[in-house]
Every structure is written in structure tokens, then in C-alpha cells.
């Protein structure tokens, strides 16, 4: 995996931008700066060794063979240019769980929590009803 390799190489603080282009749309980091620098701030506050073994885990970690065992209505978000866990992945995902629904949020990255908080929420709410 290209970011592990960079964290590992570089060091988390040196990975930054990097992180921080995969994470948030352009738009957000321009308009939105302040939680964008909160979030970073959280991430350098994080043991490099656990920040690192977390991307590790979901890197190596094959959840596939086990998705058609859920058997609970799911619901699965992402943004659309989200590279860490792409729209691509998320449409397979959604194949193998039988009772899946999947939300692609347009525009956005992989944090759609910080960036959409209410949105992702009233997708939540509204499935969960």
C-alpha cells in the first residue's frame, strides 16, 4: 500500500498532505480549514505505532468472504472520489450483503463524517427508522 509505504518512510507528520487530500474534498479544505486542521491535530496527537497498524489492519484485512454471512439490514456511505475506500468497493460490498443499502456521496472523500456530519446522520436516522 502506497500510504503505508509513505508513513512508514516519511514519518506521519511528512504524510500530511498527502493524508489530507485523500481525507477531504478540496472545497472543504479551503472553506473548512479549521476542522481540517482539528482533525490533523488529532492525528498527530495519535501513537504513530497504532495510527500506522491501523491503516495496516484495513489494508490486510479481507472482509469479503464474510460479508454474505451478515444477515441484518446495513447501510453503506462513501464519497465518490473516497480512495481509501472507494464507491468501487462499496458496490461489491453491497452485492455480498443481502439486505444492503448503499449511499455514494457526491463530491466528497473519505471523511464524510467531518465533512457531512449531517448528512451522513440523516442517512443514518432515516434508515434506522
Known amino acids: ?10 514519518g506521519i507528520e511528512n ?3 498527502k ?3 485523500r481525507w477531504f474534498s478540496d472545497n472543504f479544505i479551503k472553506n473548512k480549514n479549521y476542522l481540517v486542521k482539528k482533525r490533523l491535530i488529532q492525528v498527530l496527537n495519535t501513537d ?4 500506522l497498524n491501523v491503516f495496516k489492519i484495513y489494508a490486510n484485512t479481507e472482509i469479503f468472504p464474510l460479508l454474505n454471512k451478515i444477515n441484518h439490514q446495513t447501510i453503506l456511505i462513501t464519497g465518490e472520489n473516497d480512495l481509501g475506500c472507494s464507491p468501487i468497493h462499496n458496490i461489491k460490498m453491497a452485492k455480498e ?4 443499502k448503499l449511499v455514494i456521496l ?3 472523500k473519505h471523511s464524510i463524517l467531518i465533512e457531512s ?3 451522513v446522520c440523516k442517512l443514518m436516522i432515516d434508515f434506522f427508522k
Open 117 to 119: 456530519p449531517k448528512k
Open 48 to 51: 504513530p505505532k497504532i495510527f
Open 19 to 21: 493524508l489530507t487530500n
Open 15 to 17: 504524510s500530511l498532505v
Open 106 to 108: 457526491p463530491k466528497l
Open 1 to 10: 500500500n502506497n500510504v503505508i509505504n509513505q508513513i512508514e518512510k516519511n
Open 97 to 100: 450483503i443481502k439486505d444492503s
